[in-house]
């Protein structure tokens, strides 16, 4: 029997990166997704690709105005659902001397604050005994020069999930997180990191000599470690958090 047969989900950011691979192995595994993104374009490609099984809807993780109709929306589709990965985020970096409140506020707004009242607005529809997946970093442990607001973010999440463990608990909704290492994204672009294409190339190969198993992780793989924490396989599972780095963290 497929994991996730008769569950309903739903992924933040769903329309790229992990969020999309993520969905496909959701639904390979038997459930019925919906993924939310900023671009209905990018959200209408994404479901095309993913088959009849998903759906989506536009809900930018950095609007208050938007997160608070996302209850309203997903509940059209779903009355209620068993799964949440709150996978949406940015990742931006600057040094310290260099971080403005604008950069500051945009990382925070949609990493932390967002997926913070996402949650809320979603909390009503999930089913008793369902389970929560944050999508947190491998950067809230260590130090790299440039990530401060961003590892700042992303450890807010893992607090979240300790937190909400707690507070979950007499629903026997299941909190925990999920914390990658570098995987190969459309994240991981000088577009999108706001950088250089030389400055890219740097990283990357500075990242590698710091990963054990000598490689970027893939999405498909950090896609398999959520639906472990979706599924039945994790039920003695609480407040946990899995760190999929290729063992950058802990060799």
């Known amino acids: 029997m497929k994991k996730l047969a008769n569950k309903t989900a739903v992924i933040t950011g769903g329309n790229s990166g992990i969020g999309l691979a993520t969905a496909q192995e959701f639904i390979a595994q038997g459930a019925k997704v919906t993924i939310t993104g900023r671009n209905q374009k990018a959200i209408d490609e994404a479901v095309a690709q993913l088959g009849e099984n998903a759906s989506g809807i536009i809900a930018d993780s950095g609007s208050m105005a938007q997160i608070k109709t996302i209850g309203e929306q997903v509940k059209a589709i779903t009355p209620n659902i068993d799964i949440i990965f709150i996978n949406a985020g940015i990742g931006k970096f600057n040094s310290v001397e260099q971080m403005d409140e604008e950069m500051f506020d945009d990382i925070m707004d949609i990493n932390f604050k967002g997926a913070y009242f996402t949650l809320q607005q979603l909390l009503p529809l999930v089913n008793e005994g369902g389970s929560i997946i944050f999508n ?20 807010a999440l893992l607090s979240l999930t300790k937190n909400l463990a707690v507070e979950l608990l007499p629903r026997k909704i299941r909190v ?34 710091q990963i054990p198993i000598g490689r970027f992780g893939t ?17 003695f599972l609480l407040g946990s958090e899995l760190i999929a780095d290729g063992g950058m963290y802990n060799l």
Do not use: C, R, W
């Not at 000088?190 to 030389?198: N, R, Y």
């Not at 896609?223 to 039920?235: E, M």
């Open 176 to 209: 925990n997180s999920v914390s990658p290492g570098p995987v190969g994204t459309p994240l991981h672009s000088a577009d999108k990191l706001g950088i250089s294409d030389e400055q890219l190339q740097q990283m990357g190969e500075g990242i590698l000599k």
């Open 136 to 155: 947190t970093s491998i950067n809230a442990h260590i130090g790299m020069a440039g990530a401060s607001v961003y590892a700042a973010s992303k450890a």
């Open 219 to 235: 999405m498909e793989e950090l896609a398999k470690v959520v639906t472990f924490f979706a599924s039945d396989d994790s039920t």
